[in-house]
């Protein structure tokens, strides 16, 4: 089975002017990630609106990213929801359309201490005992924290959990977290450009990056350089990364993903749906330099 690894590409949900899927856009985007070398797809994420697309965009979405691979790519699927039920309806389409795992976000919005995240994944696993899952975590976003206890407790259970997801920038957690089952290691991927070799080196797998489908070649770079055991060179990509990212600071990141892709031709339209806004001229000049630079 494929694991997540490497560089993963949390995708933008291309949309039409109206703010419909542009399912066109879709296609050409995950080919474009393809023939760049990204290592595997992540649809439906933080990045790729999920909580604002119906559940029926999102399983179109889902079975586009993984038609339009055919196999290049490993494709992963965000399933977590506004809903408990939702959220594993879309773990099963994931399943059922050939993907090759699924990410499960923790529950939003509701406190969810540590039993009851925990009975929330135990479901999800039961339910496609043989199917890949990823847990998510970004309590930033959804107000709960999954700890290193539960994932490691879940992981010693279920074979088909291979690891998280984690979008905080908290290294001690992350090795708590690759330490945390007892019959195996967990495979970890940081949700933040800025730590990847610092994520790999501290014994994760690959990291989670929107950012990266407008500038994959120093994000492929940095971890074909750590697997040939370039530290220096790996060291030089990271930095690139770093430089990037710090001058999209300030810059709301899914539509300026949207925006510069846009621009390079690859989909039509850089509409976001609310409460995501428009970029102003001021960030669309930014990122035209950005863009000039590069």
Known sequence: MKRLHGVVCATVTPMQSNGDID????????????????????PNGTNGESLSLSEQERKTIARLAVEQTAGRQTVYIQCGAATVQESYRQVQYAKEIGADGAGLMTPVFFPVDEPAMEQYYAAALEEVADFPIYMYNIPSHTGNDLSPAV?????DRYPSLYGIKYSAADLIRLSAYVHAPQTRLADVLIGCDRLAACCMLSGGVGWVSSPAAIFPKPFVCLYQQYQAGHLEEMKKAQEAISAFSNRLNHIPEIPAVKYVLKKMGIIRCDTVRRPLRPLTEAEKQTLDQLMRDL
């Open 23 to 42: 399912t066109d856009s879709a296609k050409a985007l995950y080919r474009y990630l393809a023939d760049a070398g990204i290592h595997c797809l992540y």
């Open 151 to 155: 994932l490691g407790r879940l992981m």
